[in-house]
């Protein structure tokens, strides 16, 4: 083909517009086409296309499969599954080096990236599920102090914290960040403490200063537009903000009141990414609400979805989280799950109200969306 145009018409007009499989198998082609391929200007550009030429739907990573009612001391995980909605649903097995290790995944992805973590028994990991390739990266402090404590057969007094991981949209470095309330967990004199992760140094640095504001604990963070976002826990007046930490400047700052007041129940409250777009959602019977944040404003919520409960308890039960919702599927249809067992993939459209089963199993994951990419971190 090169015969015919020149390397750079192959590369801008033919290559960036083919899909990731597609690219994979052809860096056997030639010594030209693998150093393209392999080049991390033309990763982004290709990704860049695909996301706004594509209406395709994202992957869905199922992380730490097992089953749980297989009676054993030490239970088995696949780790990594992944499937496209849609297409028969049919799931497919990711090999990976860490096989029968139990791992949880951070709730977002960031250029077909997942970062998945261990509280303290394991080093973490960013992969790409697509091409196969992963990093492992080590304990930040706070892990290392949890670390300790299991040894020593002692535990915290309250849930753990859940990290992030997310992209400084500036300069394009990939942050894992764990923010937590070290006072609170008797680390330290500070209200919060925020530790992260420098991928060229392969070394985790504490920023300062940190967040002012406490978080809700038993969140995860949600990535979304160059910015980590948490829960702040409940203030007197019963006020629960949305906090930011912007990935560029390495700064917190509260943008926004969260539009439910007094929540009497923190599992019952959520934060999600659906079409790059931060939401937050609240079960209150009888329905769970989802709004999203206006984007020019970061003031005004929009409701954009509303769940029917009395619907899903007749198919799950009484359940102990509030629904995570994970992506929108065609357009409108909103994709979501229980997040305590993780074994069924709900979709529910508004138009004509219906609720479907997608994807169902025996094995119990964490979940997360992602679209394919050749990304990968230097």
Not at 1 to 7: K, R, V
Not at 168 to 184: C, F, H, M, Q, R
Not at 276 to 288: A, F, H, I, T, Y
Request: charged fraction near 20%; proline fraction near 6%; include cysteine.
């Amino acid at each position: 083909m090169e015969e015919l145009f020149p390397h750079d018409v192959v590369e801008f007009h033919i290559l960036k517009r083919l899909d990731v499989k597609t690219l994979l198998k052809f860096k056997s082609v030639s010594k030209p086409w693998i150093s393209t391929i392999q080049s991390p200007c033309f990763q982004e550009r290709q990704l860049i296309h695909h996301l706004s030429q594509s209406s395709g739907d994202p992957h869905v990573l199922l992380v730490s499969l097992y089953d749980p009612s297989a009676r054993q001391q030490d239970p088995s995980f696949e780790a990594l599954r992944t499937l496209v909605v849609g297409s028969s649903s049919a799931s497919v097995q990711i090999p990976t080096p860490w096989e029968d290790k139990l791992y949880d995944v951070c709730n977002t992805s960031c250029d077909g990236l997942i970062c998945l973590y261990s509280f303290y028994e394991l080093p973490s990991i960013v992969v790409n599920p697509t091409t196969r390739w992963h990093r492992t990266f080590p304990k930040c402090n706070y892990q290392l102090v949890a670390a300790d404590k299991g040894e020593r057969d002692e535990c915290f007094e309250v849930p753990y914290h859940t990290p992030g991981f997310g992209k400084d949209i500036i300069s394009g470095t990939y942050k894992p960040v764990w923010l937590y309330n070290s006072a609170e967990l008797g680390l330290n004199d500070k209200p919060t403490t925020c530790e992260v992760f420098d991928f060229a140094s392969n070394a985790w640095r504490y920023l300062v200063p940190s967040s002012p504001h406490l978080i809700i604990h038993t969140q995860y963070p949600v990535y979304a537009d160059g910015s980590l976002h948490w829960f702040t826990a409940l203030s007197h007046e019963g006020e629960t903000m949305v906090l930011a930490l912007d990935l560029h400047s390495e700064t917190f700052q509260v943008i926004s009141k969260a539009p439910f007041l007094n929540v009497s129940d923190e599992y019952k409250i959520v934060m999600c990414n659906l079409d790059d777009r931060l939401c937050v959602s609240e079960e209150k019977w009888p329905n769970q609400v989802i709004w999203s944040l206006d984007d020019l404003d970061h003031k005004t919520w929009k409701q954009i979805y509303s769940i029917d409960l009395m619907i899903t308890s007749s198919l799950f039960g009484n359940t102990r989280f509030a629904f995570t919702p994970l992506a929108v599927l065609d357009k409108d249809k909103l994709l979501f799950y229980d997040r305590e067992h993780g074994n069924a993939l709900v979709t529910h459209d508004p138009k004509t109200k219906a609720y479907d089963f997608p994807y169902t199993s025996k094995r119990w994951a964490r979940l997360v969306c992602y679209f394919p990419s050749l990304i990968s971190i230097l």
